[in-house]
């Protein structure tokens, strides 16, 4: 069994900062891309920001320059550091991992969400 859990959420102010994990854990074989996606009140969900088993990153480009996507392989997690927050940042934000299994399937995992929240 694999569970993907997200931690770091919570209320900021605008122009504060947030660091968001995403800890992997179960019978995992190895990690290949991962990714942040964020869901606001009455939008659809969209990629934030992505990142390959090699470092490579991506981000979309409302976060650029504010969002820093990493990943410590050795330790099977992910983070998210959020600076110059803004009220339209304010999502839940979930992790999303491509994963091979410790039984050689590959598999598309959604971690639970955690509550950003961006308001004077």
């Known amino acids: 069994q694999v569970q993907l859990v997200e931690s770091g959420g919570g209320l900021v102010q605008p122009g504060g900062s947030l660091r968001l994990s995403c800890a992997a854990s179960?019978?995992?074989?190895?990690?290949?891309?991962m990714a942040w996606y964020r869901q606001a009140p009455g939008k659809q969900r969209e990629l934030v920001t992505t990142?390959?088993?090699?470092?490579?990153?991506n981000y979309a480009d409302s976060v650029k320059g504010r969002f820093t996507i990493s990943r410590d392989n050795a330790e099977n997690t992910m983070y998210l550091q959020m600076n110059s927050l803004k009220p339209e940042d304010t999502a839940v934000y979930y992790c999303?991992?491509?994963?091979?299994?410790?039984?050689?399937?590959?598999?598309?995992?959604w971690g639970q969400g955690t509550q950003v929240t961006v308001s004077s």
């Open positions: 999303n991992a491509d994963l091979k299994t410790a039984d050689w399937e590959t598999y598309n995992y």
């Open positions: 179960g019978s995992i074989f190895s990690i290949y891309a």
């Open positions: 990142i390959t088993s090699s470092g490579s990153t």
